[in-house]
């Protein structure tokens, strides 16, 4: 096992791989929740899409760690489940086996584009310092999802966003986990996102903020509601609603996929020279998720970027994605137990994840315009737009622009040229 999954060459230990395929799961933990309760508002089956979400999670961590050799989670996208229920089946009105048949061939159509090495391609043609920007964009992303869900920052009329309550019992329970997880990282104690987590769970359980789960174990719900319904609606895909549906899953999911990929092996240290080995393996475990989700009976899976929190506590190797699929099964009969985790208790950890992942900003060329104008367009329009995937677009949209209005766009690879056209269609016709 040591052999397979290189830990002398990445010094790593059994201890420490596991440490961080629980950290990951716990952070993600919170899909297995949220997920039914989106694709539910669709007209789906909660149970279904429970089981859906977890084995979908299962599969493609254990793919991804086995094929690639990365620690990292594959689940259930946030953003595309929402984009499924309110934009495709309630805003478009179509109906949910129809939208799912669509997931469904947006994952083969990426299978095919794995298979063929093209999205490997596209992801290591990015400029280095794009490629930077992404990966800070994405920690200050989540580092504002965290605060978002400890309740530190909150909605506002006027200013869009301001401080939130933070003496409300939750937030103020946020807070405190997270002065302990700084504390036990600054006094260099390994997993001490991980012990913060746990700390900050019993402290809420003592104090009457979380409550204590009823029971253990739980009941799986059974797949028969959403199993298989991709297959009997096939013929309705070449709709021209349904087409732009397949188009959008292809293009938010390419990019959020590519940005997390370009994030999380930057942090572990896998990427090499501007590339990221085994990402053809990476990206096709990734495809291959989504076809088998939609299968089963969930939207798009997608690389989690919450896989950070994990590998900031010393996940390096495909292990930490195998305890990560461990724990999701587990989950499937201990579901009760998920009750305890909730927003306020990852929050820390994914504030603090982002801090970390924002460092790659250092590294970006800030003493040429056109590289920091597109650059600092990545970053902020993430956590602006709630989508990684914006982000890059308008980046990718900026740099070539930027380049050639310098005379340097023979420093521009052609495919960044063809990216540049295809983001200005998207953003003109289907945004």
């Given at each position: 096992?040591?052999?397979?999954f290189?830990?002398a060459?990445?010094?790593?230990?059994?201890?420490?791989?596991?440490?961080?395929?629980?950290?990951?799961?716990?952070?993600?933990?919170?899909?297995?929740v949220?997920?039914?309760?989106i694709?539910?508002?669709?007209g789906?089956d909660?149970?279904?899409?429970f089981t859906?979400?977890?084995?979908?999670?299962?599969?493609?961590?254990?793919?991804?760690?086995?094929l690639?050799?990365?620690?990292?989670?594959?689940?259930?996208?946030?953003?595309?489940?929402?984009?499924?229920?309110f934009?495709?089946?309630?805003?478009?009105?179509?109906?949910?086996?129809?939208?799912?048949?669509?997931?469904?061939?947006?994952?083969?159509?990426?299978?095919?584009?794995?298979?063929?090495?093209?999205?490997e391609?596209?992801?290591?043609?990015?400029?280095?310092?794009?490629?930077?920007?992404?990966?800070?964009?994405?920690g200050?992303f989540?580092?504002?999802?965290?605060?978002?869900?400890?309740?530190?920052?909150?909605?506002?009329?006027?200013?869009?966003?301001?401080?939130?309550?933070l003496?409300?019992?939750?937030?103020?329970l946020?807070?405190?986990?997270?002065?302990?997880t700084?504390?036990?990282?600054?006094?260099?104690?390994n997993g001490?996102?991980?012990?913060?987590?746990?700390?900050?769970?019993?402290?809420?359980?003592?104090?009457?903020?979380?409550?204590?789960?009823?029971?253990?174990?739980?009941?799986?719900?059974?797949?028969?509601?959403?199993?298989?319904?991709?297959?009997?609606?096939?013929d309705?895909?070449?709709?021209?609603?349904?087409?732009?549906?397949?188009?959008?899953?292809?293009?938010?999911?390419?990019?959020?996929?590519?940005?997390?990929?370009?994030?999380?092996?930057?942090?572990?240290?896998?990427?090499?020279?501007?590339?990221?080995?085994?990402?053809?393996?990476?990206?096709?475990?990734?495809?291959?998720?989504?076809?088998?989700?939609?299968?089963?009976?969930?939207?798009?899976?997608?690389?989690?970027?919450?896989?950070?929190?994990?590998?900031?506590?010393?996940?390096?190797?495909?292990?930490?994605?195998v305890?990560?699929?461990?724990?999701?099964?587990?989950?499937?009969?201990?579901?009760?137990?998920?009750?305890?985790?909730?927003?306020e208790?990852?929050?820390?950890?994914?504030i603090?994840?982002?801090?970390?992942?924002?460092?790659?900003?250092?590294?970006?060329n800030?003493?040429?315009?056109?590289?920091?104008?597109?650059?600092?367009?990545?970053?902020?329009?993430?956590?602006?737009?709630?989508?990684?995937?914006?982000?890059?677009?308008?980046?990718f949209?900026?740099?070539?622009?930027?380049?050639?209005a310098?005379?340097?766009?023979?420093?521009?690879?052609?495919?960044?040229y063809?990216?540049?056209?295809?983001?200005?269609?998207?953003?003109?016709?289907?945004?």
């Open positions: 096992m040591k052999s397979f290189q830990f060459e990445r010094n790593t230990s059994f201890k420490q791989e596991s440490l961080a395929g629980i950290t990951t799961f716990l952070s993600v933990a919170y899909i297995l949220v997920n039914p309760l694709l539910s508002q669709s789906m909660k149970g279904a899409v859906a979400t977890a084995l979908t999670a299962i599969i493609g961590s254990l793919l991804i760690g086995l690639a050799n990365y620690p990292i989670a594959i689940a259930p996208s946030m953003g595309l489940n929402s984009f499924f229920t934009s495709v089946t309630i805003g478009m009105g179509i109906e949910w086996p129809v939208a799912l048949t669509g997931v469904f061939i947006a994952g083969i159509i990426f299978m095919i584009l794995s298979l063929l090495k093209i999205r391609k596209i992801i290591n043609v990015i400029p280095q310092d794009l490629k930077h920007a992404v990966a800070s964009g994405i200050f989540i580092a504002f999802i965290g605060l978002k869900n400890a309740g530190m920052v909150v909605s506002d009329p006027d200013t869009f966003v301001t401080l939130g309550n003496t409300s019992p939750m937030t103020a946020a807070v405190l986990g997270l002065v302990i700084i504390w036990m990282l600054v006094k260099g104690i001490g996102i991980f012990y913060g987590m746990v700390i900050t769970t019993v402290v809420g359980m003592v104090l009457g903020y979380i409550s204590i789960p009823s029971s253990i174990v739980g009941h799986v719900p059974s797949l028969e509601p959403t199993f298989g319904v991709v297959f009997g609606h096939l309705q895909i070449f709709t021209p609603e349904l087409l732009a549906v397949i188009f959008t899953f292809l293009f938010v999911a390419f990019f959020d996929t590519a940005g997390a990929l370009i994030a999380l092996t930057s942090q572990a240290g896998i990427m090499k020279d501007n590339k990221i080995p085994n990402a053809g393996r990476a990206l096709l475990a990734d495809s291959s998720a989504g076809a088998i989700g939609a299968i089963l009976g969930t939207s798009t899976p997608a690389t989690s970027v919450e896989s950070s929190a994990g590998i900031a506590v010393g996940g390096r190797t495909g292990f930490t994605s305890i990560i699929a461990a724990c999701f099964a587990i989950a499937l009969f201990f579901s009760p137990i998920l009750s305890v985790i909730t927003s208790v990852t929050a820390p950890a994914l603090i994840v982002g801090s970390l992942m924002a460092m790659e900003i250092s590294k970006i800030w003493s040429q315009i056109e590289v920091v104008i597109p650059s600092f367009i990545t970053i902020i329009m993430m956590p602006l737009t709630s989508s990684v995937a914006t982000g890059i677009a308008l980046g949209i900026l740099y070539p622009l930027a380049m050639v310098q005379k340097r766009f023979k420093e521009v690879h052609p495919i960044m063809v990216l540049c056209l295809l983001f200005t269609f998207y953003f003109i016709f289907l945004a």
